[in-house]
């Protein structure tokens, strides 16, 4: 399942604008997460929502990837993206079984809690960047926005909305996502904010071609114009190899017992629901190089 992120330029070109519908993209993660609580799927989704948005602006083999831990420190939330478009996210473990019964009365606000922060990783191989923040907004969009203003001296502006049906599964999913660039006049970032708002532009920007969607633009914002459309779709990078390290974790009696019984140990990748048999032959080359 794919979907598009637009980019645009807007107000004479101070302002990079991205926006999309990311729905099937989210869906596809989100069916995935195993989540029930819908506080903690909300978050998750969200987190996601903006690391979708992220991938545009990465240079070709950059990454981009963010941890949140929640102010109980053991609870993380992790998301991340490439230049290529590709999106993951998951909760770790300790989450999961924290909200396993299906809706707690939490807001998003104090699911996130007053001592959270953002660590987010940006580049690729050994030129890797990383900053932290404080989440104090406790609600995702602005305490992302808060990070680039921190880390990257840019001002930005997130809005993800999501809409939900009665069992609080995901039906509609879009992200808007403003920077600043530098000299841009005062109170102009605002205005955009102000603009998305007030008329739920991004809902009927995302329904136009491009051609249209300029037009609209240019009615609010003085001299826009849309640059290009990128793919993004849900990729986990797993690999068999990553599970040798769950063989590794069981002792030599239960490996033996496997080859003697002749049966596979079968893993299974819990962000893609990917499936990784090995054979009791293999399990018997492990035994034998360590
Ligand atoms: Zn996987």
Known sequence: MTNEIIRALV??????????????????????????DKVCYLALAKSVSIMSLLSVTLKTNERISAVITLTNQKQKIYADTDAAGNVRGYVNQALLEAHQQQNSDQSLQEFIGPNASIRMMKGFEMNQFTGITDMSYQNMDDDFAYYFKQSEQTDTMLQTNMEFDNNHFLIKSYGIYAQALPGTKEGSLEYVREQFAAENLAPLLLEMNDAEIEKELNQRFNNSKVMERKSIQFTCHCSKEMFYGFLFSLSDEELQKAIDLNISIDTKCHICGRQYTFSPSEIKTLLQTR
């Open 11 to 36: 107000l004479d070109k101070s302002i990079r604008l991205y926006f999309t519908d990311n729905t099937k993209v989210l869906q596809e993660i989100m069916e995935l997460s195993k989540i029930k």
